[in-house]
């Protein structure tokens, strides 16, 4: 589970039948070290969400928009534009709740209503949007 807020909007590909909804999360925690000092510190996770159709929730998945996923952790290797190896943690997202902040790419999108049961919006292609 992560909470945190997005770096930028959430972007939509076709991938061989079907969508993944890409975007990125930025978590951030602020602690004493041993010493007493205040350190923030902030990490960055890759995200995916995997639909057959339906991306509308991708609208919602703007830059700044706080929510809270669950997911599956996976190390994820790339080249960066300077020729380096680099790694990064993808979390492919099973569970989404939208907390609040961001607005919609789209001005005339409702903003969603909360769940009675907790909040928590339903899985996979079960998503209301």
């Known amino acids: 589970m992560v909470t945190g807020n997005l770096t930028a909007d959430a972007e939509v590909k076709p991938v061989g039948g079907r969508f993944a909804i890409n975007f990125a999360v930025a978590v951030n925690e602020k602690f004493k070290d041993t010493n007493g000092q205040k350190i923030e510190k ?12 339906n991306v509308n929730v991708a609208e919602y998945l703007t830059k700044g928009t706080k929510v809270l996923l669950e997911g599956t952790p996976e190390p994820e290797l790339f080249k960066s534009k300077d020729g380096e190896y680099k790694s990064a943690i993808k979390i492919i997202v099973n569970n989404l709740e939208l907390l609040g902040g961001g607005t919609p790419k789209n001005t005339q999108a409702q903003t969603p209503t909360p769940n009675p049961a907790g909040g928590k919006k339903p899985d996979g292609d079960d998503f209301p949007f």
Do not use: L, P
């Open 42 to 53: 902030t990490t960055f996770f890759n995200c995916v969400i995997w639909r057959e159709s």
